[in-house]
């Protein structure tokens, strides 16, 4: 088996007596898309944060690329992207102009010709010269996918990446993200709280509860495992009551 693209081994995080994050160890192969789920305050933005090196762990250890993250972080981060409902581009910049900036940026050559390719991609091309403050939340959202393949990343971590999208919309960016994954050879570290997304893109899945791994497998392994029929059911089920397993000793299945 290669080796994982993206390893945490104990990885924490404290804001002052909380503990967010509590000793998460994981491992994201090359070319898979791992879904990184819980309900509001598992940890889950917290741990993307650490990846992302916008906030500091407080234990514990990243590698990405075989390459500790504290040591190696610029060379690191020029390979990767991501993207999140929750982090807006600059407003006062048109479309074009946010992704012109972001290429520069990340060092991105033909620049104009890469811009073009994503906006048709993500189909915004007729908002080039459209204000991003200006924009809906969807379009927003697909602004942000843009900026996030701009460099050709080999390991893109991606926040609700679908949550402002309508049902067809979604469907659309959910098909074109694992085209791409498959084209590229992309690993890709998901979140949402949209279990049709994670069913329909994601080859494995880890449940965080209170910072911590409870179980982990396939969607269908999951399933079979809380003898539920959806992952919906599975979803609420851990979101109300965590303590399905021993989280010193998370179930993997």
Sequence with gaps: MAYPILRTRNLSKSFGETLAVDNLSLALRRGEILGLLGANGAGKTTAMQMMLGLIKPTSGSIEIFRLNFEQHRIHILSRINFSSTYANLPNNLTVWQNLRVFSRLYGVKRVREKAEEMMNLFDIEHLRNRISGQLSSGESTRLNLCKAFINDPELLLLDEPTASLDPDIADKVRTLINRLRK??????????????????????????????????GSSDEIKRHFRQKSLEDVFIHIARDGKVVDPLSPEKL
Excluded: K, P, Q
């Design 183 to 216: 084209e590229r050879n992309l690993s890709i570290l998901y979140t949402s709280h949209n279990m049709r997304d994670i069913e329909t893109i994601c080859d494995r899945i880890i449940f965080l509860h209170n910072g911590s791994i409870i179980v982990e």
